[in-house]
Structure formats: C-alpha cells, structure tokens
C-alpha cells in the first residue's frame, strides 16, 4: 500500500487553460476527498465521494470545478477555463468507513497549481 | 457552522524541550472527532493524534498528547522531547461524527521550529 497518491505534483498553466488533477486513493478506501489550500491557510474542503457518488460539494466548488469517481477507485478533479485565483495546492485524501481507526483520513503530497 | 482557531501562527522551541499549540474550536454539536495534522516542508499531511468527543480520558501518541477540556472547548497538543523532525506547520481539525458531513474544518496553523 503506497498511500494516496497525486499526479501530476505541480502544474503550471495559462489563464484560461483548462487542467486536471488525478487522484489514486488507499486501495479498499471508500471515500475520497478534495480540498484546496493556499499559502498560509489550512485546507479548505472542496468535494468527497462515497463509492462513486458524490455525496457533498463546497461553495467554493464553482461551475468550473468538476470531480468524477466513475469507478468508485481513482478520482480526478478538473478546472476549466483556469483563473489566477485558483492557483492553491489541491489535496487528495482518502478513508475507509468501518474497522478500526474510525474513518481516519489520510491525505497526499497535494497537487500544486500556478496560473499565470 | 464549525470553526477552529489556532491562535498561534508561530512557535519555536529548544530541542529536547516540551511545547504546546493551542487549539480552540466552536461547535454547538456533542459528538465530534479533534485532530491534529502535522504538514512537513514535503506538505504530505501526516496525522498526528485523535481525540474522540465521547471520551474524556486524554489521547496519548508517544511524545505527543492533548489536552481536551470539552467544556471549555479547547484541544491543545503537547510535543514532549521536541526533536528537529517536528519541525512543520501544525493543523487542529474538527469532524462531525454523524450525519451527512464528512469534511475535516482545519485552523490556520501553527509553524513549529526547533532549534537545536
């Protein structure tokens, strides 16, 4: 088990670019989450799965964010039409309902975005 | 809504030598988790410790412990025997234990340095 894992771990695009964010949880975890943070800040939640529902979405997810799960396994997280207020690192995390350790949520080395 | 304050942005101790974070937090709810994160310069966010709501005996990692007053609703973390590996910014972070809400609500953090 290698934990979950992120790719690409940074990007740099163009404003108005569109870009996506890959992400391979713990296998046998079966929920999956995003969140966004900026220098400074703590994360922020943006999105998580169950399976392959997406059962909550933030505020701060707008139009131009979307997240699939198509197979309840990896996750991508895309962002259209790219602004230079996204830039932030975009964490993946994963946890496994059930057992012991109570849903403990383990996180990845994060994805970092730079619009310029 | 949830929030969690972290009230130091910075705090800096000798190596060998015990700190503590503070951590407060607001929530009308009774049943919760407290967590802290730790997030080294590789920003790969590592759990630290958990403390269960329901439980009023204090949680215990190794060098690492809290101190929970519920009442008071405040979950500091204690670093006994710093070494030069705690080194990192430092997350307190709430969830909800039941209902529709997964997300962690994280604090600002707390930049830990030891010097040796």
């Known amino acids: 088990d290698t934990g979950v894992s992120q790719d690409p771990r940074h990007k740099i695009t163009k404003r108005g670019q569109n870009v996506t964010f890959r992400c391979d949880p713990i296998s046998e975890h079966n929920r999956l989450y995003w969140y966004r943070q900026t220098l400074g800040q703590g994360p922020e939640f943006l999105t998580y799965?169950?399976?392959?529902?997406?059962?909550?979405k933030s505020r701060l997810l707008s139009d131009r964010f979307s997240a699939e799960r198509p197979k309840g396994s990896f996750s991508t997280l895309e962002i259209q039409r790219t602004e230079q207020g996204d830039s932030a690192m975009y964490l993946c995390?994963?946890?496994?309902?059930?057992?012991?350790?109570?849903?403990?949520?383990?996180f990845g080395e994060g994805s970092w975005l730079t619009v310029v | 809504a949830q929030t969690v304050t972290q009230s130091q942005p910075e705090m800096s101790v000798q190596e060998a030598e015990t700190v503590t974070l503070s951590c407060t937090y607001d929530?009308?709810?009774?049943?919760?988790?407290l967590f802290w994160y730790k997030q080294p310069p590789s920003r790969q966010m590592i759990l630290v410790i958990r403390?269960?709501?329901?439980?009023?005996q204090n949680a215990t990692e190794n060098r690492f412990s809290v101190n929970f007053q519920k009442a008071a609703k405040s979950f500091s973390l204690k670093i006994s025997d710093s070494q030069l590996g705690d080194a990192a910014m430092y997350f307190c972070a709430y969830r909800s234990s039941g209902g529709a809400t997964n997300k962690l609500i994280f604090g600002t953090g707390t930049l830990l340095a030891v010097q040796p």
């Open positions: 403390q269960e709501a329901y439980k009023q």
């Open positions: 799965f169950q399976n392959e529902a997406q059962l909550e």
């Open positions: 995390a994963s946890s496994f309902t059930g057992g012991r350790g109570g849903n403990t949520i383990y």
């Open positions: 929530t009308s709810e009774s049943d919760y988790y």
